[in-house]
């Protein structure tokens, strides 16, 4: 399965303060996601939008800020297949943590062969 599970905000949007209709779109990402969408990838947005101005409730977000996602990923032809809401927010001084992330300027500046060699390096690197 070729798939990527991509993140929106500050990612493939950046963001301008309370507007989410109004964000630019980070063309490298753009550029990127389209070649891998040739290469037979699935693009997968998986974000955590709202999370925090909506207390987590899904349901909300599904119903206010998903039409304003796809109308965005509309707007600026990006590829995608499927969007995840619900993405747990990390807060403002957490990260997030997955044998399988890529920054996303790695994901810009590197080839796929690139990328796999550095998983398969920090996954032995895990190992010892």
Not at 52 to 69: C, E, M, Q, W, Y
Not at 103 to 118: G, K, L, N
Request: aromatic fraction near 10%.
């Amino acid at each position: 399965m070729k798939r990527l599970v991509v993140d929106l905000d500050d990612t493939i949007s950046f963001n301008t303060e309370g507007d989410y209709s109004t964000a630019s779109c980070n063309a490298s990402m753009l550029m990127q996601l389209r070649i891998y969408k040739e290469l037979g990838f699935d693009v997968v947005i998986n974000t955590s939008r709202n999370m925090r101005t909506f207390d987590s409730n899904v349901g909300k977000i599904n119903a206010i800020t998903l039409p304003i996602i796809i109308e965005w990923l509309r707007k600026h032809e990006v590829p995608y297949d499927e969007i995840y809401t619900g993405k747990p927010w990390c807060g403002y001084e957490g990260f997030y943590v997955d044998d399988k992330a890529v920054r996303p300027a790695e994901f810009v500046s590197m080839t796929y062969e690139q990328i796999q060699a550095v998983l398969a390096r920090d996954t032995l690197e895990a190992g010892s």
